[in-house]
């Protein structure tokens, strides 16, 4: 049974699941480097809206328990090496960074794990 509340073709919906996660990635990149750090309902529904935007009329709202959302089954979508063993490579500017958090520093690790991100993100954009 198609799902009357899809906005595109049933056929375009994993490749648009596929391009609104790297927007979500880009999205959660520019909240770190804003250093941002209260996630509020906002927040969270901005990231909802860019998630389903042109699959569901619900992107960004709140929606009613009617309305059925189906998650395609596709490849992952963070493709390449996962951010833990990239962390995990850079081991000591990593516990470098931790040190330095205890301190009250968090500059050193926000840009680590920014970097990692950021690679994170191209090797997306590469495969996509």
Known sequence: ????????PPEKKSDLEIR????????????????????????VLEIHGLTI??????AGNYRDALTRIEVSKVAPIFTGEPLPAKLK?????????????????????KHLVLECFQQQITEISLHA
């Open 20 to 43: 609104n996660q790297a927007i979500v990635a880009e999205y959660l990149a520019d909240f770190v480097r804003h250093d941002r750090t209260r996630i509020t309902e906002g927040v």
């Open 89 to 109: 490579k850079r081991k000591s500017e990593y516990v470098s960074g931790l040190k330095a958090a205890d301190k009250g520093d968090l500059g050193p690790l």
């Open 53 to 58: 935007a042109d699959i569901y009329p619900c």
């Open 1 to 8: 049974m198609a799902d009357e509340k899809l906005l595109c």
